[in-house]
Protein backbone atom coordinates (compact mmCIF):
# COMPACT_ATOMS: atom_id res chain seq x y z
CA UNK A 1 0.00 0.00 0.00
CA UNK A 2 0.95 3.39 -0.75
CA UNK A 3 -0.38 6.38 1.91
CA UNK A 4 -0.42 10.18 -0.14
CA UNK A 5 -1.15 13.17 2.24
CA UNK A 6 -1.46 16.69 0.85
CA UNK A 7 -0.73 20.11 2.31
CA UNK A 8 0.00 23.35 1.61
CA UNK A 9 -3.83 24.20 0.07
CA UNK A 10 -5.12 27.75 1.37
CA UNK A 11 -7.00 31.01 0.33
CA UNK A 12 -5.03 33.32 -1.75
CA UNK A 13 -5.35 36.16 -4.08
CA UNK A 14 -6.25 36.20 -8.44
CA UNK A 15 -2.15 36.60 -8.76
CA UNK A 16 -0.81 35.00 -6.29
CA UNK A 17 1.13 31.49 -5.62
CA UNK A 18 0.83 28.43 -3.35
CA UNK A 19 3.02 25.43 -3.59
CA UNK A 20 1.44 22.24 -2.96
CA UNK A 21 2.91 19.17 -1.61
CA UNK A 22 2.47 15.62 -1.51
CA UNK A 23 4.15 13.27 1.17
CA UNK A 24 4.05 9.48 0.03
CA UNK A 25 4.66 6.58 2.44
CA UNK A 26 5.17 3.13 2.39
CA UNK A 27 5.66 0.89 -0.53
CA UNK A 28 6.87 3.83 -2.39
CA UNK A 29 9.39 1.86 -4.99
CA UNK A 30 5.95 0.33 -6.38
CA UNK A 31 5.99 4.08 -7.50
CA UNK A 32 6.41 5.08 -11.28
CA UNK A 33 4.61 8.17 -11.89
CA UNK A 34 3.03 10.72 -9.57
CA UNK A 35 0.42 13.27 -10.65
CA UNK A 36 -1.99 16.52 -8.89
CA UNK A 37 -5.59 16.46 -10.45
CA UNK A 38 -8.49 19.15 -9.19
CA UNK A 39 -11.98 19.00 -8.92
CA UNK A 40 -14.16 21.89 -8.61
CA UNK A 41 -17.64 22.06 -7.41
CA UNK A 42 -20.04 20.82 -9.62
CA UNK A 43 -16.90 19.67 -12.17
CA UNK A 44 -15.49 16.64 -13.37
CA UNK A 45 -11.66 15.44 -12.07
CA UNK A 46 -9.19 16.94 -13.87
CA UNK A 47 -5.50 16.15 -14.29
CA UNK A 48 -3.40 19.30 -13.73
CA UNK A 49 0.26 17.84 -14.13
CA UNK A 50 1.91 14.46 -13.85
CA UNK A 51 6.41 13.48 -13.25
CA UNK A 52 7.82 10.54 -13.73
CA UNK A 53 10.69 8.50 -11.38
CA UNK A 54 13.16 10.12 -13.83
CA UNK A 55 11.98 13.71 -14.01
CA UNK A 56 9.64 13.58 -17.28
CA UNK A 57 6.83 16.26 -16.84
CA UNK A 58 3.50 16.53 -18.67
CA UNK A 59 0.89 19.92 -18.12
CA UNK A 60 -2.60 20.50 -18.70
CA UNK A 61 -3.07 23.30 -21.05
CA UNK A 62 -4.37 25.04 -18.14
CA UNK A 63 -1.05 24.71 -16.01
CA UNK A 64 1.12 25.24 -18.68
CA UNK A 65 3.49 28.10 -18.02
CA UNK A 66 2.12 29.08 -14.64
CA UNK A 67 2.58 25.75 -12.70
CA UNK A 68 5.22 23.47 -12.12
CA UNK A 69 5.82 20.09 -10.68
CA UNK A 70 8.40 18.79 -9.51
CA UNK A 71 9.80 15.83 -6.82
CA UNK A 72 12.22 14.82 -4.22
CA UNK A 73 12.74 11.19 -4.97
CA UNK A 74 15.16 11.32 -1.48
CA UNK A 75 11.89 12.85 0.69
CA UNK A 76 9.47 11.00 -0.97
CA UNK A 77 7.91 14.24 -1.81
CA UNK A 78 5.99 15.60 -5.12
CA UNK A 79 5.29 19.39 -5.29
CA UNK A 80 3.04 21.80 -7.33
CA UNK A 81 3.83 25.17 -7.41
CA UNK A 82 1.57 27.27 -8.84
CA UNK A 83 1.94 31.05 -9.71
CA UNK A 84 -0.66 33.35 -11.05
CA UNK A 85 -3.54 31.68 -9.78
CA UNK A 86 -7.16 32.72 -11.04
CA UNK A 87 -10.21 32.17 -9.76
CA UNK A 88 -10.79 29.70 -11.69
CA UNK A 89 -8.19 27.64 -10.45
CA UNK A 90 -10.36 27.14 -7.40
CA UNK A 91 -10.56 23.37 -6.52
CA UNK A 92 -10.03 20.35 -4.11
CA UNK A 93 -6.32 19.32 -5.57
CA UNK A 94 -5.60 15.63 -5.15
CA UNK A 95 -2.03 13.79 -5.19
CA UNK A 96 -1.81 10.48 -7.53
CA UNK A 97 0.56 7.94 -7.71
CA UNK A 98 0.27 5.51 -10.59
CA UNK A 99 2.47 1.93 -10.13
CA UNK A 100 0.59 -1.33 -10.25
CA UNK A 101 -2.17 -0.25 -8.47
CA UNK A 102 -3.29 3.78 -8.54
CA UNK A 103 -3.47 5.55 -4.87
CA UNK A 104 -4.91 8.98 -4.40
CA UNK A 105 -4.38 11.61 -1.26
CA UNK A 106 -7.18 12.72 0.46
CA UNK A 107 -7.48 16.24 -1.25
CA UNK A 108 -6.45 19.89 -0.01
CA UNK A 109 -8.83 23.03 -0.99
CA UNK A 110 -7.39 25.64 -2.98
CA UNK A 111 -9.56 29.03 -3.16
CA UNK A 112 -8.25 31.80 -5.51
CA UNK A 113 -10.50 34.77 -4.76
CA UNK A 114 -10.91 37.81 -7.04
Known amino acids: QVQLVESGGGLVQAGGSLRLSCAAS????????MGWYRQAPGKQRELVATITRSGSTNYSDSAKGRFTISGDNAKNTMYLQMNSLKPEDTAVYYC????????WGQGTQVTVSS
Open 96 to 103: NARGTWVY
Open 26 to 33: GRTFVINT
